[in-house]
């Protein structure tokens, strides 16, 4: 084990960078199990959706630091163009579950033979039936199996994962 491996050979260095991953691994776990509970009350009604007015690029703002070091790891460009004054009706931990997760997998399935060319884009456009949040890249795209069966939409489906287990979705 490389952390007992460390702590055995007295490297400070290796013994807190294998800490710092068993943390960051830790906080996904837990990060997930409080999705799968919150999902849970909200399909079974218990926990009704808390809405309220937020400031779109504010909370697109605050995000940031939760894909913003992957993407850079991976070499992906994340843009975001939605406007200061842009206020939505929703709630806040919901909405920036759903954004974080769709901008962390458009970053994950970027076409490393793109790179230095992926990217993941964000924007906001106000149309006649409201605002439409786009999150968009150009990695590999969904099969239209995928989409024409509508298993996309499932909890919790996966379609085909290529990606090393290190960051998989």
């Not at 230095?116 to 890249?137: F, K």
């Not at 199996?145 to 939409?153: D, E, K, P, R, V």
């Amino acid at each position: 084990l490389p952390l007992e491996h460390a702590l055995t050979h007295n490297d400070q260095a290796q013994a807190l960078q294998m800490l710092a991953l068993q943390r960051q691994a830790t906080l996904g776990m837990s990060n997930q199990l409080t999705a799968l509970l919150d999902l849970s009350r909200l399909e079974s009604g218990m926990e009704p959706a808390k809405l309220q007015p937020l400031d779109l690029a504010a909370l697109i703002e605050g995000l940031r630091p939760q894909f913003d070091p992957l993407a850079k790891r991976l070499g992906v460009s994340v843009s975001v163009q939605v406007s200061p004054d842009f206020t939505v009706q929703s709630d806040p931990q919901l909405l920036a579950r759903v954004i974080t997760s769709l901008v962390i997998n458009g970053i994950k399935y970027c076409d490393v033979r793109r790179a230095p060319y992926c990217r993941v884009d964000l924007r906001a456009e106000a149309g006649e039936q409201g605002l439409t949040l786009v999150i968009a890249d150009n990695g590999p795209g969904i099969p239209p199996s995928q989409l024409s069966t509508g298993a996309i939409y499932q909890p919790f489906f996966q379609g085909y994962n290529h990606l090393p287990e290190a960051i998989q979705g």
